[in-house]
Nanobody, 115 residues
């Protein structure tokens, strides 16, 4: 089992920044990719950003140029730096880890961007 604990959410004004953290513990050896998803009220959960072990990253088009995902392998922690936040970035942000064939999720952290 892999446990994921998110932190760093909160309330911020449009144009502001937040940094989310996700610490992996438990049987974290062999994790191939980690990422962030978000779910806005009434909408489906969507991929925000992902980083794989090689360091390769991919982003949703809506956050490219504003969000940056990074990982500290020594700490088994993944970060999401979010800049130039917009009200449409509001939602619950979930950390995800893939250790094939299993998919693990954190409990989520709320991000609210006021206009």
């Amino acid at each position: 089992q892999v446990q994921l604990v998110e932190s760093g959410g909160g309330l911020v004004q449009a144009g502001g920044s937040l940094r989310l953290s996700c610490a992996a513990s438990g049987s974290s050896f062999g994790i191939g990719a980690m990422g962030w998803y978000r779910q806005a009220p009434g909408k489906q959960r969507e991929l925000v950003a992902r980083i794989i072990n090689s360091g390769s990253t991919n982003y949703a088009d809506s956050v490219k140029g504003r969000f940056t995902i990074s990982k500290d392998n020594a700490k088994n922690t993944v970060y999401l730096q979010m800049n130039s936040l917009k009200p449409e970035d509001t939602g619950v942000y979930y950390c995800n880890a893939i250790r094939a064939p299993a998919n693990y999720w954190g409990r989520g952290t709320q991000v609210t961007v006021s206009s």
